[in-house]
C-alpha cells in the first residue's frame, strides 16, 4: 500500500458533472465526522482538541532527556519569540512545548484544528488551503505534520487515516457498508417491482403493462403511464442490471476510465451516471453521497494504478 507520505497531494476536483458550490456545501452540511468508524470518532475528536490546545498548554517533561525537572526560562514575546521557552536542568537544553514534535516549523496555530476538522470531512488538502488563506504548499506540509502527529497521538486512528489517504481503493467502515447493502437492495429491487403506485395522483388503480426493463404501469386514475424509474434520478438511464454493481463502483471512488472501462460506458454516459446516482444518493442514503466524493477527490491523484475489482 502506498504511503500517506508519496501521495497526499490529490488535488480537489469535483466531478464535472457536479456543481463545485453545491458539493462544497453539501459536504459542509454533513456531521464533522461522519466519514470515519464510530468507533474512532472519540479519538478524532481528541486529535482535534489537541491540535487546538497543544501550541498554548505548557510541557510537563523535557523533549530531550524526559526530565521533569524544567522550568519557564523566557515567556514568549521575548526578543520575538513565539513561544514561551522552557529550559531543562538536567540536560541544560531549551526548548518550547512544540519541540520534538511534528509540529515544530508550522505556522498559524489558529488554522490547525479547522485544518484536520476540513480533513476529516472529506475535503483536499488544496480546497482546505483555500478556505484557510493558506498556501498550498503550506497545506501539503500540514499535511505530513499532522499525519505524523496523528500516530503519535493514536496509533488506531493514524493506521485507518493513513489508509484511506492512499489511492487504492480502501475499506469502508460499517455504516457505509451497511447504507450501500441496502442500497444495492433497492436497485436491485427496481427491476423486481410491479406494484408501484402512480407517482403523479397516488392511485394504486394501475394495470402492469410491461415488466421487461423497469416495469411499467397504465394509472387507471389520471391515466397516465409511469414506471419504476419515473420521477427518480435514474429515469432515462439504461441497464438497469448493472446498477447494484455500478453504485459500489462508484461509492468506492472507481474513476471515469475506470467506470467507462468496466461498464462499458461512453464518457458522456459515464457523466451522466454519477450525476444522477449523486443525486439519488444525496437524497436518500447522503453517507454514500458524502463517501463518494471523498474518495473520488482523493483517488483523482492517481487513477488506473489500481487492481480493477
Ligand atoms: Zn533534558
Ligand atoms: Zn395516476
Known amino acids: ?17 457536479r456543481r463545485h458550490v453545491e458539493t462544497i456545501d453539501f ?25 487546538a490546545t497543544l501550541p498554548g498548554s505548557a510541557p510537563h517533561v523535557c523533549p530531550v532527556c524526559d526530565s521533569r525537572a524544567i522550568h519557564l526560562a523566557m515567556p514568549a514575546g521575548t526578543r520575538g519569540m513565539r513561544r ?8 541544560r537544553k531549551r526548548f518550547t512545548v512544540l519541540t520534538g514534535t511534528p509540529l515544530r516549523l508550522l505556522r498559524s496555530e489558529e488554522k490547525w484544528k479547522p485544518w484536520m476538522s476540513y480533513r476529516f470531512q472529506g475535503f483536499s ?30 496509533t488506531e486512528l493514524h493506521a485507518w487515516w493513513q489508509a484511506h489517504q492512499s489511492t487504492e481503493i480502501s475499506e469502508l467502515t460499517e455504516e457505509a457498508a451497511r447504507a450501500l447493502a441496502e442500497c444495492q437492495a433497492m436497485l436491485a ?10 407517482p403523479h395522483c397516488g392511485s394504486a388503480s394501475v394495470q402492469v403493462i410491461t415488466s421487461r426493463r423497469a416495469t411499467e404501469y397504465q394509472c387507471h386514475g389520471c391515466q397516465r403511464r409511469y414506471s419504476n424509474l419515473t420521477e427518480t434520478p435514474l429515469s432515462h438511464l439504461q441497464h438497469i442490471e448493472l446498477w447494484p454493481d ?30 444522477r446516482f449523486l443525486q439519488l444518493l444525496q437524497a436518500r442514503w447522503p453517507l454514500l453521497a458524502h463517501w463518494t466524493l471523498w474518495q473520488w477527490s482523493r483517488r483523482r491523484a492517481n487513477p488506473g494504478n489500481v487492481p480493477l475489482a
Not at 191 to 196: E, F, L
Not at 249 to 267: N, P, R
Request: aromatic fraction near 10%; include cysteine.
Open 246 to 275: 455500478y453504485v459500489r463502483h462508484l461509492v468506492l471512488g472507481y474513476h471515469d476510465t475506470e467506470l467507462e472501462q468496466i461498464f462499458d460506458l461512453s464518457k458522456p454516459l459515464t457523466n451522466l451516471w454519477r450525476q
Open 189 to 198: 429491487g427496481l427491476r423486481a417491482t410491479s406494484d408501484r403506485r402512480c
Open 27 to 51: 459536504m459542509l452540511s454533513r456531521p464533522a465526522l461522519a466519514l470515519l468508524p464510530e468507533s474512532l470518532r472519540p479519538a478524532a475528536r481528541g486529535f482535534l482538541a489537541y491540535l
Open 84 to 91: 514561551d521557552s522552557y529550559l531543562c536542568r538536567d540536560c
Open 125 to 154: 488538502q488544496e480546497l482546505i488551503a483555500n478556505f484557510l488563506g493558506i498556501s498550498n504548499k503550506a497545506s501539503m506540509t500540514w499535511s505530513r505534520a499532522f499525519l505524523k502527529a496523528m500516530a503519535d497521538y493514536d
Open 1 to 17: 500500500m502506498a504511503t500517506a507520505d508519496s501521495t497526499p497531494f490529490s488535488t480537489f476536483e469535483i466531478p464535472p458533472t
